[in-house]
């Protein structure tokens, strides 16, 4: 597809599993963003890439938090030890250079 | 000091009103300035680019304001379908931290 494409669309895990989200930008994007929003929050920024360059680790807001991506293309988001706080909708977005970004549906993720 | 500052709202309009919005946003230097729309439990969705002589798509207006570092979104003749939330988006210059995100503004238009 056209679009920014995001993967589980929904995963429910229980409390201290690891889950893996994964997101495939739109292609030839050079940049990629993870987000967090809680039901009822605003956008937290967890993690940006940005062509080669070393990402923006700074939102990151743990270290069961970590991500990859390689090269220009899919990105993967690993919560380790999944907490119940952990749960919220993860969105993807990409984007080309400094423009706008497009996001995917996002991943609901619920920590039982 | 907030990044980037909305009022949150929220925002109860009749069908057919004009309804503005403004965000301000801490970093003079800032360089991209962008308005996104956010349905209830939906990905938010890319509404206009904001450029320095302010644009215009249909209904929509945008206008920045370097001197006071805000920008504004204006909708006329609001529609049923506009009731969202409206994020106002900065990409600030030499930061690593793209796309920072305002709390955003509630909007609801009444029949």
Redesign the interface.
């Known amino acids: 597809g056209a679009g920014v494409s995001q993967s589980p669309s929904n995963k429910v895990t229980e409390k201290g599993k690891d889950v893996e989200l994964r997101c495939d930008p739109i292609s030839g994007h050079t ?1 990629l ?1 993870w ?1 967090r929003q809680r039901l009822g929050q ?2 937290e ?1 967890l993690i ?1 890439f ?1 062509g080669n360059s070393a990402p ?1 680790k ?2 990151l807001p743990s270290d069961r938090f970590s991500a990859e991506r390689t090269g220009e293309s899919v990105s993967t988001l690993t919560i380790q030890r999944t907490q119940q706080e952990d749960s919220a909708v993860y ?1 993807c ?1 990409s ?1 080309l250079n ?9 991943t609901r993720l619920t920590v039982v | 000091r907030k990044e980037v500052e909305q009022d949150p709202g929220p925002f109860n309009v009749p069908e057919g009103a004009t309804v503005a919005f403004n965000c301000t946003y801490s970093n003079s230097a800032s360089q991209s300035f962008f308005w996104y729309r956010q349905d209830c439990r939906k990905e938010p969705k890319l509404l206009m680019s904001v450029y320095s002589s302010g644009n215009e798509d249909g209904r929509f207006t945008a206008q920045l304001n370097r001197a006071s570092q805000y920008i504004s979104l204006l909708i006329r003749d609001s529609k049923l379908s506009d009731s969202a939330t409206y994020l106002c988006v900065v990409i600030p210059s030499g930061s690593a931290r793209q796309l920072t995100f305002g709390s955003g503004t509630q909007l609801t238009v009444l029949p």
């Open positions: 940049a963003y987000y605003g956008l920024f940006y940005q923006d700074s939102g969105l977005a984007s400094r423009q706008g970004a497009f996001f995917g549906q996002g």
